[in-house]
């Protein structure tokens, strides 16, 4: 058996924002995302949150367990020692229970123009890239958008204009791709306060990341690149 506290809010209700206890049974190799399925299934209709692909895919099952940002589908109850406590992601608007409205999240994702620009002329097929060339942005690609870095930045609890590490992160994964000649302009729109240089290098995204990925770590190559200036040639080679 176990204790699941699940926080809960309804802005269209006079209620106040508070925890529910329930008891769950049978949570041998239970995740805690089965354990809210179960809430909702036989104990709680009302209780509202977000999944899709169950399987550490699609990110939308994000939220703080236990002190951490994790995805729930990929949290095993056992782990928890059969007591969770759940929270939605910070620093955003709660729309109900564990959900919240990601509109700032991905407003600040669109901003980095989150695709290949390249302005050379454009091949029949593809645009053609070496495996050691692939290998640069392996890492960076593997980012789910599940929103877990975001809640975890304590620069976000208080600057809201402040980009955010999962946006940053991407930065990098274009800056690093072959096939981008875009590279002097990200560099530049994110050289700034609201970009890596708001960053106060903590890491808490590093840690929560639940693809290993390091956003710390990338923005700190963004500052590399952006003082060194390196690239200044890549301006003049796309004449923009
Ligand atoms: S439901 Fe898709 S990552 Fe958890």
Not at 14 to 38: C, H, K, N
Not at 155 to 178: E, N
Not at 199 to 215: A, G, M, S
């Amino acid at each position: 058996m176990a204790i699941f506290k699940v926080f809960r809010y309804n802005p269209e209700s006079y209620e106040i924002a508070r925890f529910q206890e329930y008891e769950i049974p049978d949570t041998e190799s239970m995740t805690v995302l089965e354990g809210l399925y179960y809430i909702l299934e036989n104990i709680d209709p009302t209780l509202a949150f977000r999944s899709s692909c169950r399987e550490g895919v699609c990110g939308s099952c994000a939220m703080h367990i236990n002190g951490e940002y994790r995805l729930a589908c990929e949290t095993q109850v056992s782990d928890m020692g059969h007591n969770v406590t759940i929270r939605p992601l910070a620093h955003m608007k709660i729309i109900r229970d564990l959900v919240v409205d990601l509109t700032p999240f991905f407003d600040n994702y669109e901003k980095i123009k989150p695709y290949l620009i390249n302005s050379g002329p454009v091949p029949d097929k593809e645009f053609k890239q070496s495996p050691k060339e692939r290998k640069r942005i392996d890492h960076h690609v593997d980012c789910i958008l599940c929103g877990a870095c975001y809640g975890s930045c304590p620069v976000l609890a208080t600057d809201s204009a402040y980009l955010g590490p999962h946006a940053l992160l991407k930065v990098l994964r274009f800056v690093d791709d072959s096939r981008d000649d875009a590279a002097y302009e990200r560099l530049a729109y994110v050289a700034t306060d609201y970009g890596i240089f708001r960053c106060h290098t903590i890491f808490n995204c590093q840690q929560v990341c639940p693809k290993d990925l390091d956003p710390t770590g990338a923005i700190g190559k963004l500052k590399m690149k952006a003082v060194k200036g390196k690239l200044l040639g890549k301006l003049k080679k796309t004449g923009t």
